[in-house]
């Protein structure tokens, strides 16, 4: 007997009145400090539409306090859902399981920290109603960040913006608004390395950025030190490029070319002036070759191991257990279903 994952989701023909018009949802990894103000803040921001609304708090494997203050918000509001992970699955695996369960015809994707703060969602908002299908939030000025993390943020973008065939405004997070019709064709797409602001920009649709001014963290630290920062970098090149593969095809007949120039030009001094003698040169151009060889099997095997990572077809993300009001029109996003 094997288990099957199923997607399933309500799209605008099971969507009905009493389901929420909008879905703030948003990850959620060892927020203890900030999660009771972005509660208060969300809701408040939210109730100004007067019209019905949920919270979806993804647990990305909190190790704190975190779930337990998800617990008990629930508890008191049933207008929060809260998807608890069985382990850390990162936070663009968070965001698509957001997506999984959102049921508003608008989603809100949003951090927890308020570094993007929730007020600009009435922008978000209006810029939707005015049909806007895709609505970034544009970051202005950054406040509370280090030079180098603005230094390689403009870094990433232009690059980006130069490797891909995609555009993707420049500054602009995961911080957004979907249409109901976007969010139906992302949650199909189910690779495992997720660039999800890359994702949003590929479906096309109509799009449109809303500036603002991003705030320090709240609370706590950034979840996003150096190295998880390469890591995003490398999914989002390797996700929606094929430049550093072509690089190296680039890199290696430039060689070729330089190596055989190279090659006739020692021989002809080796043959008519003996100005040549010893193995330290030679040593150093194959060390060199070496190592030029290496960088390039390296890229060649950040493709592949996607590839392997796509092959298993392993799920995004595992749940542990759902906190929710049972809806009669609504399906859970992934359905065991056995087949003999």
């Known amino acids: 007997m094997v288990s099957l994952y199923h997607s399933q989701q309500p799209d605008e023909a099971t969507h009905d009145e009493t389901l929420p018009v909008y879905s703030v949802i948003a990850p959620v990894f060892n927020e203890e400090e900030t999660l009771p ?31 337990t203050l ?44 308020l570094q993007d703060p929730p007020e600009v969602i009435l922008e978000l908002v209006k810029a939707w109603k005015e049909g806007a299908e895709v609505v970034y939030a544009q970051r202005t000025r950054r406040q509370g960040e280090t030079l180098f993390k603005l230094a390689t943020a403009a870094v990433f973008y232009r690059l980006i913006e130069r490797i891909t065939s995609i555009k993707i405004p420049r500054n602009t997070g995961d911080f957004r608004l979907l249409d109901r019709r976007v969010v139906n064709v992302m949650i199909e797409m189910r690779e495992q390395h997720r660039f ?5 920009a590929w479906v096309g649709f109509k799009q449109v950025v809303v500036p603002y001014v991003r705030h ?35 890199f290696g007949f430039t060689l070729a070319i330089i190596s055989l120039i ?17 193995q330290a040169s030679t040593l150093i151009l194959v060390l060199f070759l070496g190592g030029i060889q290496l960088i390039f099997l390296g ?24 906190l929710e009001q049972k ?12 087949k003999r």
Do not use: C, W
């Not at 809260?82 to 957001?98: D, L």
């Open 37 to 67: 103000h972005f509660y208060e803040t969300v809701i408040h921001v939210m109730e100004q539409f007067k019209e019905d609304f949920e919270l979806v708090l993804i647990n990305d494997g909190s190790s704190d306090g975190t779930y």
């Open 70 to 113: 998800m617990q008990e918000l629930h508890a008191q509001d049933s207008r929060v859902r809260v998807v608890n992970f069985s382990r850390n699955f990162g936070h663009q695996i968070a965001i698509s399981a957001g997506l999984d369960y959102a049921r508003g015809q608008a989603v809100v994707i949003i951090d927890a920290d």
């Open 196 to 200: 999800m602001r890359g994702l949003s």
């Open 216 to 250: 320090e963290r709240f609370a706590g630290t950034t979840k996003y030190p150096f190295m998880k920062m390469l890591k995003f970098s490398l999914d989002a090149i390797t996700s929606f490029s094929y430049v550093p593969l072509k690089l190296a095809t680039s």
């Open 262 to 278: 190279g090659i006739i030009i020692a021989a002809a001094l080796r043959i008519f002036t003996g100005a040549i003698s010893g």
């Open 299 to 322: 890229i060649i095997g950040e493709y592949l191991g996607r590839i392997y990572d796509e092959v298993r077809k392993r799920p995004l993300y595992i749940v542990h257990d759902v």
């Open 327 to 338: 809806h009669p029109n609504y399906r859970v996003p992934f359905e065991k279903e056995e």
